[in-house]
């Protein structure tokens, strides 16, 4: 899989929020080379349609500066929801890119619930503050050998080719992995993808899920989570604790790739 064409959101804006907006996108399409597909129109607040316009033109004229390939597009129908025109664009683009922002509260989850859960396509979450501006050097696969994982694995291909090291952490007392589901396995098979990939295994050890796997690779910037999203009902994410929920929660700790 290569990436061909980037979708996102743009919620219209001063000049400095346009430019948070857009780092994480314009940085991908750069790299890989890609169109990307800007969606500008209110989520968090109204916007009129002038406002939307003019940050449409902002968002292109940054984009051409940098040779970026940049089509912009209005809410097309407000029959739907926001999050279902994201997710309606991304099952014809390669790839979702979701910004999160601090305090985004419930219409940012509906969007970024829409984009996982009603898509089909990958989807990378970023924080506002933390934009992926370089491509990452290591990649850290959450593996537990879900249909949703195998996904996301999928779709973090052309992440994974590119990088120095590729990180493949099963979390052993998290699910019961069978004969031939091991990320030993994985491993073989991103390697015969070109990636420099490793495997280890750790225990979950009374925490969450992402602890216990950040906490196995080594820290710093430059890195890149890779994890399947799957609907829980609410009283196993009580009991058990969940790491989409975490997602949705909280945010990203890094760039987090998901599919369902």
Same mark, same amino acid.
């Given at each position: 899989?290569?990436?061909? +064409?980037?979708?996102c959101? $743009?919620? !219209?804006?001063?000049?400095? =929020?346009?430019d948070?907006? $857009?780092?994480?996108?314009?940085?991908?399409?750069?790299?890989?080379?890609a169109?990307?597909?800007a969606?500008?129109f209110?989520?968090?607040?109204?916007?009129t349609?002038? %406002?939307?316009?003019? &940050?449409?033109? =902002?968002?292109?004229? &940054?984009?051409?500066? #940098?040779?970026? !390939?940049?089509e912009t597009?209005s809410?097309?129908?407000?029959?739907?929801?926001?999050?279902?025109?994201?997710?309606d /664009?991304?099952?014809?683009?390669?790839?979702?890119?979701?910004v999160?922002?601090?305090?985004?509260?419930a219409?940012?989850?509906?969007?970024?619930?829409?984009?996982?859960?009603?898509?089909?396509r990958?989807?990378?979450? $970023?924080?506002?503050? /933390?934009p992926?501006?370089? =491509? !990452?050097?290591?990649?850290?696969i959450?593996w537990?050998? +879900?249909?949703?994982?195998v996904r996301?694995?999928?779709?973090?291909? @052309?992440?994974?080719?590119?990088a &120095?090291?590729?990180?493949? $952490?099963?979390?052993?007392d998290?699910k019961?992995?069978r %004969?031939?589901?091991?990320?030993?396995?994985?491993?073989?098979?991103?390697?015969?993808?070109?990636? +420099?990939?490793?495997?280890? &295994?750790? @225990?979950?050890?009374?925490?969450?899920? @992402?602890?216990?796997?950040?906490?196995?690779?080594?820290g710093?910037?430059?890195?890149?989570?890779? =994890?399947?999203?799957?609907? /829980?009902? @609410?009283? /196993?994410?009580?009991?058990?604790?969940?790491?989409?929920q975490?997602?949705?929660? #909280?945010g990203?700790?890094? !760039?987090?790739?998901?599919?369902a």
């Open positions: 899989m290569s990436l061909t +064409t980037i979708l959101q $743009v919620e !219209p804006g001063d000049a400095a =929020m346009l948070a907006a $857009v780092a994480t996108p314009f940085a991908l399409a750069e790299a890989h080379g169109q990307l597909t969606l500008v209110g989520v968090e607040a109204e916007h349609i002038a %406002a939307e316009e003019q &940050a449409a033109a =902002m968002v292109r004229t &940054a984009a051409e500066r #940098r040779g970026i !390939p940049c597009r809410r097309s129908s407000f029959a739907y929801g926001v999050g279902d025109v994201f997710a /664009h991304l099952r014809v683009s390669d790839l979702g890119v979701v999160t922002r601090a305090g985004g509260g219409v940012q989850r509906l969007m970024l619930g829409a984009a996982i859960f009603d898509s089909g990958p989807v990378l979450v $970023v924080q506002q503050q /933390h992926l501006e370089v =491509m !990452p050097a290591r990649v850290v959450a537990d050998a +879900t249909p949703a994982c996301a694995v999928h779709g973090a291909m @052309p992440f994974i080719r590119r &120095a090291e590729t990180l493949v $952490v099963t979390v052993t998290d019961e992995l %004969a031939g589901q091991s990320g030993i396995e994985l491993t073989h098979l991103l390697a015969r993808h070109g990636a +420099t990939a490793r495997f280890t &295994a750790v @225990p979950r050890a009374g925490g969450g899920v @992402p602890e216990a796997v950040l906490g196995a690779a080594p710093g910037p430059g890195q890149m989570l890779v =994890m399947g999203a799957v609907r /829980h009902a @609410p009283l /196993h994410n009580i009991v058990f604790g969940s790491a989409t975490e997602l949705f929660d #909280r990203p700790r890094l !760039p987090t790739l998901v599919a």
